[in-house]
């Protein structure tokens, strides 16, 4: 069918290993825009994104693109690199 357009909205929810309290206030806000920006190089678009200190919530316009699983490795491998790259 010719522009037929679909979009999933999703919420993924993840935290540190052990549920560890690790994310400061001194950069969530960082980490937030960083995931934001590989949500958008994926193609998905960030409706929402906020967390705790032990873990995060964001929710996503999902495309059908990309499976579930190939984006949560792309941000959780991306963010886990940036965050020790910055040495938080």
Do not use: C
């Not at 958008?40 to 995060?56: Q, S, V």
């Amino acid at each position: 069918m010719a522009n037929t357009y679909s979009q999933i909205d999703l919420q993924f929810v993840f935290s540190p290993k052990f549920r560890a309290s690790l994310i400061t206030e001194e950069w969530e806000i960082e980490l937030y825009k960083y995931i934001s920006g590989i949500t958008a190089r994926n193609k998905h678009k960030m409706l929402a994104i906020n967390g705790m200190p032990d873990h995060m919530h964001f929710l996503v316009g999902f495309g059908t693109h990309q499976s579930v699983a190939d984006f949560m490795q792309d941000v959780k491998a991306d963010s886990s690199q940036w965050i020790n790259n910055n040495k938080f």
